[in-house]
């Protein structure tokens, strides 16, 4: 077991003898002349119990006293003096000293005191190490409970800082595409720190930080403790590093803090790597999630095309087979029309009801007819902005009637895209009547219309938006919208197929249609298309 060890100090260099021996064959003893070198001594080399003159040239035992305090918290102080007062002594006892004892003293009571005095420095030892054991848990339950990153390498080293009483420090992690350290952390270091560590001679190690400006920092004191993978990185695999350097009160950094920074590396390095593990979670939950949605969506568009597949089928059969009769009906009422004179009024009224009746199921019959066609697309480069251009010139005049304003939003001079302008220009038609006809008070009608990034790696989508202020689509008939046949319009106003006509063609472009609404506030039509040039 190592002997305790006892710095004395005193001028007189026959006292400083005279302990020497009477000390050496029970205690490490060490000795000095004056209270500066005792203070270089202190910084260097930890010592259980300090025997100091109270009376010294330049530096006395009482400032002495403040000064290692400072240093070494820990460390017992027994002041000797030849010329005792009361003041000096109750001061003594304020600042920390553990005993006051008068020359000459008696050997058998100094040895008597300093045994009493060591016991209690090694319950306070004992009370100290345990404080810095309770700190310890408490800096692993702080880092281990935070989610950002940055923050967190921050709250390490300000805990390793603390721990270890050091002013400066950083905290370096492996670049995972290089391999090297870098930087990540740094506390009373210059941004843009350079860090160079070598060994000086043996053990000792100089640590240098280099900054751009003339200022830098270098101290034999340092501690580099690496932080080593658990999970996600390999066992053992070093993955980065604490460095801590320059003692608040000057001196070394004892093994008992090594040991203590290396606990925390220990709390660090599984913090970290649990971080970066919910982090790659995090990251496949929404990977996860977005796949699902996609999924959800594919879904939704197989079932919509089998629907309008069955329903254009059926619709294809009945439009031919009523389309003829339908015909014979009309040539029997132009006859009838042709046989009656102008004084037949009543008759003549409602033979032009039923020759309005038979115009309105023709029509239900042609929209039928262009729903159930699969006709050849005529695939060519057009530019959208222009079938847009061209669209509005259409329905400017309907929309000065309703009071509608419209805004033409264009990211980019030209947007080309690979399609059937006619069947482009219908569907551009039929969204923007509709949007017309959703406000009967007037509004405004707002086309956006872009480029982006599409699903596939360097692909581009022609974006379409196509917005109105009108009443809204409630959400219960939102997903209903596109179904064949379905309509909120009035009797008589509508097919039930123009977006069912429209959800067609952009899919047959190998596009996506989407919508959003809310009641009273307005639609948002969202077409899709893939970008010629992406």
Same mark, same amino acid.
């Given at each position: 077991?190592?002997?305790?060890?006892?710095?004395?100090?005193?001028?007189?260099?026959?006292?400083?003898?005279?302990?020497?021996?009477?000390?050496?064959?029970?205690?490490?003893?060490?000795?000095?002349?004056?209270?500066?070198?005792?203070?270089?001594?202190?910084?260097?080399?930890?010592?259980?119990?300090?025997?100091?003159?109270?009376?010294?040239?330049?530096?006395?035992?009482?400032?002495?006293?403040?000064?290692?305090?400072?240093?070494?918290?820990?460390?017992?102080?027994?002041?000797?003096?030849?010329?005792?007062?009361?003041?000096?002594?109750?001061?003594?006892?304020?600042?920390?000293?553990?005993?006051?004892?008068?020359?000459?003293?008696?050997?058998?009571?100094?040895?008597?005191?300093?045994?009493?005095?060591?016991?209690?420095?090694?319950?306070?030892?004992?009370?100290?190490?345990?404080?810095?054991?309770?700190?310890?848990?408490?800096?692993?339950?702080?880092?281990?409970?935070?989610?950002?990153?940055?923050?967190?390498?921050?709250?390490?080293?300000?805990?390793?800082?603390?721990?270890?009483?050091?002013?400066?420090?950083?905290?370096?992690?492996?670049?995972?595409?290089?391999?090297?350290?870098?930087?990540?952390?740094?506390?009373?270091?210059?941004?843009?720190?350079?860090?160079?560590?070598?060994?000086?001679?043996? #053990?000792?190690? =100089?640590?240098?930080? %280099?900054?751009? &400006?003339?200022? /830098?920092? +270098?101290?034999?004191?340092? *501690?580099? !403790?690496?932080?080593?993978?658990?999970?996600?990185?390999?066992?053992?695999?070093?993955?980065?590093?604490?460095?801590?350097?320059?003692?608040?009160?000057?001196?070394?950094?004892?093994?008992?803090?090594?040991?203590?920074?290396?606990?925390?590396?220990?709390?660090?390095?599984?913090?970290?790597?649990?971080?970066?593990?919910?982090?790659?979670?995090?990251?496949?939950?929404?990977?996860?999630?977005?796949?699902?949605?996609?999924?959800?969506?594919?879904?939704?568009?197989?079932?919509?095309? #089998?629907?309008? =597949?069955?329903?254009? %089928?059926?619709? &294809?059969?009945? /439009?031919? +087979?009523?389309?003829?009769? *339908?015909? !014979?009906?009309?040539?029997?009422?132009?006859?009838?029309?042709?046989?009656?004179?102008?004084?037949?009024?009543?008759?003549?009224?409602?033979?032009?009801?039923?020759?309005?009746?038979?115009?309105?199921?023709?029509?239900?019959?042609?929209?039928?007819?262009?729903?159930?066609?699969?006709?050849?697309?005529?695939?060519?480069?057009?530019?959208?902005?222009?079938?847009?251009?061209?669209?509005?010139?259409?329905?400017?005049?309907?929309?000065?009637?309703?009071?509608?304003?419209?805004?033409?939003?264009?990211?980019?001079?030209?947007?080309?895209?690979?399609?059937?302008?006619?069947?482009?220009?219908?569907?551009?038609?039929?969204?923007?009547?509709?949007?017309?006809?959703?406000?009967?008070?007037?509004?405004?009608?707002?086309?956006?219309?872009?480029?982006?990034?599409?699903?596939?790696?360097?692909?581009?989508?022609?974006?379409?938006?196509?917005?109105?202020?009108?009443?809204?689509?409630?959400?219960?008939?939102?997903?209903?919208?596109?179904?064949?046949?379905?309509?909120?319009?009035?009797?008589?106003?509508?097919?039930?197929?123009?977006?069912?006509?429209?959800?067609?063609?952009?899919?047959?472009?190998?596009?996506?249609?989407?919508?959003?609404?809310?009641?009273?506030?307005?639609?948002?039509?969202?077409?899709?298309?893939?970008?010629?040039?992406?």
């Amino acid at each position: 077991m190592d002997k305790p060890r006892i710095l004395v100090i005193d001028d007189e260099e026959i006292i400083r003898n005279l302990l020497s021996d009477i000390l050496t064959k029970d205690y490490d003893v060490e000795t000095v002349g004056d209270g500066n070198a005792a203070l270089q001594k202190v910084k260097e080399t930890f010592f259980n119990l300090l025997i100091t003159d109270l009376k010294m040239p330049r530096l006395g035992g009482l400032d002495v006293l403040k000064e290692i305090k400072r240093v070494n918290p820990y460390i017992e102080v027994i002041i000797i003096t030849g010329y005792p007062t009361i003041e000096s002594a109750v001061e003594a006892i304020k600042i920390g000293a553990f005993d006051f004892i008068c020359k000459p003293f008696d050997v058998q009571e100094m040895k008597l005191t300093i045994d009493r005095c060591l016991e209690r420095q090694k319950f306070n030892k004992n009370h100290f190490e345990l404080g810095e054991l309770i700190t310890l848990f408490e800096v692993g339950k702080t880092i281990t409970a935070n989610t950002d990153l940055d923050y967190l390498l921050g709250q390490i080293l300000d805990s390793a800082l603390r721990l270890v009483r050091a002013k400066r420090g950083s905290l370096m992690l492996r670049d995972e595409k290089t391999g090297e350290l870098t930087v990540k952390a740094t506390r009373g270091l210059n941004e843009g720190i350079n860090i160079n560590v070598r060994t000086v001679s043996g #053990e000792e190690t =100089a640590y240098r930080l %280099q900054g751009d &400006s003339e200022e /830098a920092y +270098e101290g034999k004191a340092f *501690l580099q !403790i690496p932080l080593v993978g658990k999970y996600l990185y390999p066992q053992k695999d070093v993955f980065g590093a604490i460095y801590v350097t320059d003692k608040i009160f000057g001196g070394n950094f004892t093994e008992r803090e090594h040991s203590l920074l290396c606990i925390l590396a220990d709390e660090a390095a599984t913090a970290i790597e649990n971080y970066k593990l919910y982090s790659q979670l995090q990251d496949k939950v929404k990977a996860l999630e977005h796949t699902i949605k996609e999924l959800n969506e594919t879904q939704n568009q197989l079932i919509q095309t #089998e629907k309008m =597949a069955a329903v254009g %089928q059926l619709a &294809s059969g009945i /439009a031919h +087979e009523i389309r003829n009769p *339908l015909g !014979i009906v009309m040539g029997g009422v132009e006859f009838l029309k042709n046989r009656i004179s102008d004084e037949d009024g009543d008759i003549k009224e409602s033979i032009e009801k039923i020759k309005q009746s038979i115009d309105r199921a023709n029509n239900i019959i042609i929209d039928l007819l262009k729903f159930s066609r699969a006709s050849q697309l005529k695939l060519q480069e057009v530019d959208i902005l222009r079938i847009m251009d061209e669209t509005i010139s259409l329905i400017k005049n309907q929309a000065y009637l309703n009071a509608v304003e419209i805004n033409r939003n264009y990211g980019e001079k030209e947007i080309y895209v690979k399609a059937d302008p006619n069947m482009l220009r219908q569907v551009f038609f039929n969204l923007c009547i509709n949007a017309i006809d959703a406000m009967p008070k007037g509004g405004r009608l707002t086309l956006n219309m872009y480029t982006s990034l599409g699903s596939g790696q360097n692909e581009k989508e022609a974006v379409v938006e196509i917005l109105d202020t009108g009443k809204g689509i409630p959400e219960d008939i939102l997903p209903k919208i596109f179904n064949p046949f379905f309509t909120t319009k009035e009797p008589g106003k509508g097919t039930g197929l123009g977006l069912s006509i429209v959800h067609l063609i952009i899919e047959r472009h190998n596009g996506r249609i989407g919508v959003e609404s809310k009641v009273n506030e307005g639609t948002k039509f969202t077409l899709k298309l893939p970008a010629i040039g992406g």
